[in-house]
């Protein structure tokens, strides 16, 4: 298989690298490997929607992939979800793409700028269809995508109310709008690096949250032979 791994930063995936052949660097971002039977990409988009949407377009513009795996730490909502766990998001959101009132966010979709049933959207979410069910001992989320992370409590409990996800990330809905409209199989997945709360750095522990990522990746891979 050819396969492009997604992560907005080095860190993330960093210590994977390790495990594979490298082959060659393609450019800035993107650099070539070999793992067992499969053709390796790895493609470092930078943090946010943004980044992630332009790196990404212009590397399928130029190559073609059998599938995609988005990888990275995320923030969790949910207290059930452990510290450290991977979990696979497999439903999106934009959740600050609209208009914020005083005590209201309003979508696109609830402006009407945007039918729910859009293609690529399906009643306003971002569904992951191909659902590539392989590491069957992983928790299935739901997510949103934010341009900035929750920090304070009257946004956290906004969020939770609007939209009810499990999990919070800054690029994942731009991979999976790409990937649905390009039509190439993906999955998204991440491992929880800290709860959603009032920020504070010293109860997160991304460690543990990138050697549990590590150790997915190569079981999943091993998977997909």
């Known amino acids: 298989m050819k396969i492009l791994i997604v992560s907005a930063t080095e860190f993330e995936i960093n210590s994977i690298r390790k495990e594979?052949?490298?082959?060659?660097?393609?450019?800035e971002c993107l650099s070539s490997y070999k793992f067992m039977k499969n053709n390796i990409d790895i493609l470092i988009t930078?943090?946010?929607t943004v980044f992630t949407v332009y790196q990404l377009t212009k590397t399928l513009n130029?190559?073609?992939?059998?599938?995609?795996?988005?990888?990275?730490?995320?923030?969790s909502f949910r207290k059930y979800i452990e510290i450290g766990e991977a979990v696979n998001i497999i439903s999106e959101e934009f959740a600050?793409?609209?208009?914020?009132s005083e005590n209201d966010f309003k979508t696109l979709f609830d402006l009407n700028f945007i039918k729910?049933?859009?293609?690529p959207f399906t009643n306003g979410l971002l569904i992951n269809n191909y659902n590539?069910?392989?590491?069957?001992?992983?928790?299935?989320?739901?997510?949103?995508?934010?341009?900035?992370?929750s920090g304070n409590i009257n946004q956290i409990n906004q969020r939770i109310k609007k939209f009810n996800s499990d999990v919070e990330t800054m690029e994942g809905a731009a991979l999976f709008?790409?990937?649905l409209n390009e039509r190439v199989p993906f999955m998204q997945l991440r491992t929880v690096s800290n709860?959603?709360?009032?920020?504070?750095?010293?109860?997160?522990?991304?460690?543990k949250a990138i050697s549990t990522l590590h150790k997915k990746i190569i079981s999943l891979f091993l998977l997909l032979q």
């Open 177 to 179: 709008y790409v990937c």
């Open 46 to 48: 930078g943090i946010g």
């Open 20 to 27: 594979f052949v490298f082959c060659c660097n393609i450019n």
């Open 96 to 100: 600050n793409l609209g208009i914020q």
């Open 195 to 207: 709860y959603i709360e009032v920020r504070n750095k010293e109860n997160w522990n991304i460690p």
């Open 132 to 149: 590539i069910d392989i590491l069957k001992d992983i928790k299935k989320v739901a997510g949103i995508t934010v341009s900035s992370v």
């Open 116 to 119: 729910k049933n859009q293609f």
């Open 62 to 75: 130029k190559n073609r992939y059998d599938f995609i795996l988005n990888v990275g730490i995320c923030g």
